[in-house]
């Protein structure tokens, strides 16, 4: 029964690693430890703080409240609970993350190897393993926990472990400061999606950990968060290790594309070797995140429209407008992203941790409608400062706003409303 159990938490946790660790995930850290040189330590914590944290959080909110996100979302509104999850489905589904992951394996996996190939062919190839794998979504944990996760830990352990004891170079002088360093760690964190895939996640986890047998409340939590753990440890490893690779990477140009700056270091740490394990690592980290995010997009739009849509439709649906945006190429769909995602990721954290902090004891939607309601101003307002339609007086005066010309305004404002929030509903009752 142990064995059974043990087994169970690692497929479940093995298979959460691989539906988090996608193109983002392989991409962003090394670029980071470029940018930050000697600072990269502290870039880490940042990075790990919304890259792996905050997922971790995310996960949690969905266990405490129920078995998915409509639960989680119900804390606050009935109404919002839709809305708030059709946005993130959007944002991590069609819109961005699966276009990314196509488009970052044809870059790094295919296009080294066939310089003469078209885009459009590496990426209907690669939509259509996606579709295949993603129409029996029963299968999806097991097939991404069991066989593609193992493979792709093993190549990222041997490049970043190979990377750390034998650094190409040494660490570069930082121009920036500690907290500039942070920052950047932390708002790259964003670009991961990773708080907004978690919350959907915790779902499909949630219901494989059910259909494996584990019915009872505490019996299903309890695996979950095993797994969860397991898959944050495997993350806090690969990400401390990228990061520490761009460092020691010896580039000093951070105009170096992603792609190109991966590219460079696995052949600097593992010579000829480097190009056939970051390509393998690139196309197996992207197609099981792919995998999980259509299947992902398909339940939630079905359930949605109580079968009026069928899954095998939204399916279909899903693969052929990541198809059409995929063609983009990476870096113009991360450019793309960060706008969105500035002003999502403020709304999804403040309602994850404050219900994971207080959702036990503060009953009452208020506090939390509040406190996401004062996100959702500030991340507005951040929205139009970065597409330039806030000229410098206005964008001076928000910077009175703590950590807000750093992009993290929203903090403070949510933990007012919160307290406005909560003495409202104590005084009501």
Same mark, same amino acid.
């Given at each position: 029964?142990?064995?059974?159990?043990?087994?169970?938490?690692?497929?479940? @946790?093995?298979?959460? /690693?691989?539906?988090?660790?996608?193109?983002?995930?392989?991409?962003?850290?090394?670029?980071?430890?470029?940018?930050?040189?000697?600072?990269? %330590?502290?870039?880490?914590?940042?990075?790990?703080?919304?890259?792996?944290?905050?997922?971790?959080?995310?996960?949690?909110?969905?266990?405490?409240?129920?078995?998915?996100?409509?639960?989680?979302?119900?804390?606050? *509104?009935?109404?919002?609970?839709?809305?708030?999850?059709?946005?993130?489905?959007?944002?991590? $589904?069609?819109?961005?993350?699966?276009?990314?992951?196509?488009?970052?394996?044809?870059?790094? $996996? !295919?296009?080294?190897?066939?310089?003469?190939?078209?885009?459009?062919?590496?990426?209907? %190839? =690669?939509?259509?393993?996606?579709? !295949?794998?993603?129409?029996?979504?029963?299968?999806?944990?097991?097939?991404?926990?069991?066989?593609?996760?193992?493979?792709?830990?093993?190549?990222?352990?041997?490049?970043?472990?190979?990377?750390?004891?034998?650094?190409?170079?040494?660490?570069?002088?930082?121009?920036?400061? /500690?907290?500039?360093?942070?920052?950047?760690? =932390?708002?790259?964190?964003?670009?991961?999606?990773?708080?907004?895939?978690?919350?959907?996640?915790?779902?499909?986890?949630?219901?494989?950990?059910?259909?494996?047998?584990?019915?009872?409340?505490?019996?299903?939590?309890?695996?979950?968060?095993?797994? @969860?753990?397991?898959?944050?440890?495997?993350?806090?490893?690969?990400?401390?290790?990228?990061? #520490?690779?761009?460092?020691? *990477?010896?580039? +000093?140009?951070?105009?170096? *594309?992603?792609?190109?700056? %991966?590219?460079?270091?696995?052949?600097?740490?593992?010579?000829?070797? @480097?190009?056939?394990?970051?390509?393998?690592?690139? !196309?197996?980290?992207?197609?099981?995140?792919?995998?999980?995010?259509? +299947?992902?997009?398909?339940?939630?739009?079905?359930?949605?429209?109580?079968?009026?849509?069928?899954?095998?439709?939204?399916?279909?649906?899903?693969?052929?407008? +990541?198809?059409?945006? +995929?063609?983009?190429?990476?870096?113009?769909?991360?450019?793309?992203?960060?706008?969105?995602?500035?002003?999502? &990721?403020?709304?999804?954290?403040?309602?994850?941790? &404050?219900?994971?902090?207080?959702?036990? #004891?503060?009953?009452?939607?208020?506090?939390?409608?509040?406190?996401?309601?004062?996100?959702?101003?500030?991340?507005?307002?951040?929205?139009?400062?970065?597409?330039?339609?806030?000229?410098?007086?206005?964008?001076?005066?928000?910077?009175?706003?703590?950590?807000?010309?750093?992009?993290?305004?929203?903090?403070?404002?949510?933990?007012? @409303?919160?307290?406005?929030?909560?003495?409202?509903?104590?005084?009501?009752?």
């Amino acid at each position: 029964m142990k064995n059974k159990k043990l087994s169970n938490i690692l497929t479940l @946790g093995f298979a959460l /690693f691989a539906m988090f660790f996608g193109a983002g995930n392989l991409l962003l850290p090394p670029l980071i430890g470029v940018e930050v040189g000697e600072n990269y %330590l502290v870039a880490m914590i940042a990075f790990g703080l919304t890259g792996i944290l905050l997922p971790f959080t995310g996960i949690l909110s969905v266990v405490f409240s129920g078995n998915d996100f409509n639960d989680l979302g119900n804390k606050v *509104s009935k109404i919002m609970a839709p809305i708030l999850g059709t946005i993130i489905m959007i944002c991590i $589904g069609p819109l961005i993350t699966i276009p990314r992951t196509a488009a970052t394996t044809f870059e790094v $996996g !295919i296009k080294p190897f066939f310089p003469t190939m078209e885009p459009i062919y590496g990426l209907f %190839l =690669f939509f259509l393993v996606t579709f !295949i794998l993603a129409i029996r979504p029963s299968k999806v944990v097991d097939i991404i926990g069991n066989y593609l996760t193992p493979l792709l830990l093993v190549l990222l352990a041997l490049l970043v472990v190979v990377g750390i004891v034998h650094p190409t170079s040494d660490f570069l002088p930082s121009e920036k400061t /500690f907290i500039e360093s942070f920052s950047k760690g =932390f708002i790259e964190g964003y670009q991961t999606l990773d708080v907004l895939a978690s919350v959907i996640f915790a779902g499909i986890i949630i219901t494989s950990a059910t259909d494996k047998g584990y019915h009872d409340k505490k019996s299903k939590s309890q695996v979950v968060i095993i797994s @969860g753990l397991l898959s944050t440890s495997c993350l806090l490893f690969v990400y401390g290790g990228l990061i #520490y690779l761009g460092a020691t *990477s010896g580039v +000093s140009n951070p105009e170096i *594309s992603r792609s190109e700056l %991966l590219i460079q270091i696995a052949r600097n740490v593992l010579g000829q070797y @480097g190009l056939i394990a970051i390509s393998l690592c690139m !196309i197996f980290a992207c197609l099981t995140t792919s995998v999980a995010l259509t +299947s992902a997009v398909g339940t939630f739009f079905s359930r949605l429209t109580k079968g009026k849509l069928s899954y095998t439709l939204l399916v279909i649906i899903c693969t052929l407008v +990541s198809f059409g945006l +995929s063609i983009k190429g990476v870096d113009e769909i991360i450019n793309f992203a960060y706008p969105p995602l500035a002003f999502v &990721y403020p709304i999804v954290i403040t309602l994850v941790i &404050y219900v994971v902090l207080f959702g036990k #004891y503060v009953k009452s939607k208020i506090p939390y409608a509040l406190a996401l309601l004062f996100s959702s101003i500030i991340g507005l307002l951040g929205l139009l400062k970065i597409i330039g339609l806030l000229d410098e007086k206005t964008i001076e005066k928000l910077n009175h706003i703590p950590f807000f010309e750093y992009d993290l305004g929203w903090i403070l404002p949510s933990i007012v @409303g919160f307290m406005i929030g909560f003495v409202i509903s104590k005084v009501k009752k």
